[in-house]
């Protein structure tokens, strides 16, 4: 989870919402992204799917069931519908979004065999998201 809060400092720094997000295969990174929306002017440019996109071109499969994602935020509806194409196994979940994230649309959203862990660096997680809301506030004001 530590990799993905590096990503999520990077969208942090470039005015990108800060979420990130890392896919691990046999204890191994095989992907990191972070939130792209303004860089890449795409509504889909979300850390979830950056990264999906890259495991899977890395593994060679659409299918990630040997992975394990790693995500600061909870996903949206759009990226748990990826997750759930992707059959990832494991997901690991900082911050929660109880306004915008999957659980508050429809908590069976992720593929039924998906095993999901919340709450790991929820702290550093929803500070960095606070810090960077704030900001936003401040430089609207």
């Known amino acids: 989870m530590n990799e993905a809060l590096k990503q ?30 303004e860089k890449l002017n795409d509504v889909t440019a ?22 394990r994602m790693y995500i600061t935020l909870e996903p949206c509806p759009m990226c748990a519908g990826a997750l759930y194409w992707a059959q990832l196994p494991e997901i690991y979940l900082g911050a929660s979004d109880p306004k915008r994230g999957y659980r508050s649309c429809n908590p069976d959203m992720l593929h039924p065999k998906a095993k999901v862990y919340a709450g790991i660096l929820e702290k550093e997680s929803s500070e960095l998201l606070l810090d960077f809301f704030q900001k936003m506030r401040k430089k609207l004001s």
Request: aromatic share 8%.
């Open 8 to 37: 999520a400092k990077i969208a942090f720094e470039e005015g990108e919402v800060p979420v990130g997000a890392v896919v691990v295969a046999k204890n191994k990174v095989i992907a990191r992204a972070y939130n792209q929306t």
């Open 46 to 67: 979300h850390a979830e799917i950056l990264a999906i996109t890259a495991a899977s071109n890395y593994l060679g499969s659409k299918y990630l069931v040997d992975c």
